[in-house]
């Protein structure tokens, strides 16, 4: 199974790009062995558009011409449901176990997520109540993702 996160904005260098990148390559070593065939994390460019509609709009179009045919969507965003990691490891192991081809997360901008994208999505997660930042919602992302596998793989890393 082929993993894809897609975020509308991207990481500049620094700390959180650093971060996020330690997190997709540790994946890379436990997943193949998993049945995880890549990690790949597409950014797309943020609107100009001058209204939120407008914005949303665009980007959900960019999105979505990146989320290929009968994939699992799941959307993150802060009105979805806020799930342990031991739940979303079960997730991402009952999609691989039944060969889904794909499994896309989407992060949205600063106005969140179109409609028709939320509407499509088979999951919507919440990192709890409050509003992040799209470039720390990617790390935290990123490390659940990892932390899923370490959970499928029996790994030390998740401790109760």
């Known amino acids: 199974m082929h993993l894809l996160v897609i975020s509308i904005g991207k990481l500049k260098q620094g700390p959180e790009r650093e971060l996020a990148e330690r997190y997709r390559e540790r994946f890379d070593d436990i997943g193949r062995k998993?049945?995880?065939?890549?990690?790949?994390?597409h950014e797309i460019p943020e609107s100009r558009a001058r209204?939120?509609?407008?914005?949303?709009?665009?980007?959900?179009?960019?999105?979505?011409?990146l989320i290929p045919?009968?994939?699992i969507l799941v959307t993150m965003d802060e009105r979805g449901s806020s799930i342990d990691s031991a739940s979303f490891a079960r997730h991402l192991g009952k999609a691989r176990d039944e060969?889904?081809?794909?499994?896309?997360?989407?992060?949205?901008?600063?106005?969140g997520l179109s409609p028709e994208l939320r509407r499509k999505a088979k999951l919507s997660i919440a990192f709890?109540?409050?509003?992040?930042p799209h470039?720390?919602?990617?790390v935290m992302l990123l490390e659940q993702i990892y932390r899923a596998a370490t959970i499928l793989a029996g790994h030390p890393y998740h401790r109760v």
């Open 34 to 41: 998993l049945g995880f065939r890549s990690l790949t994390v």
């Open 51 to 65: 209204d939120t509609a407008t914005r949303m709009a665009e980007e959900g179009t960019a999105i979505a011409a």
């Open 69 to 71: 045919d009968k994939a």
């Open 99 to 111: 060969s889904v081809s794909h499994y896309v997360f989407v992060i949205g901008g600063a106005d």
């Open 128 to 132: 709890g109540s409050a509003t992040w």
């Open 135 to 138: 470039q720390m919602v990617r």
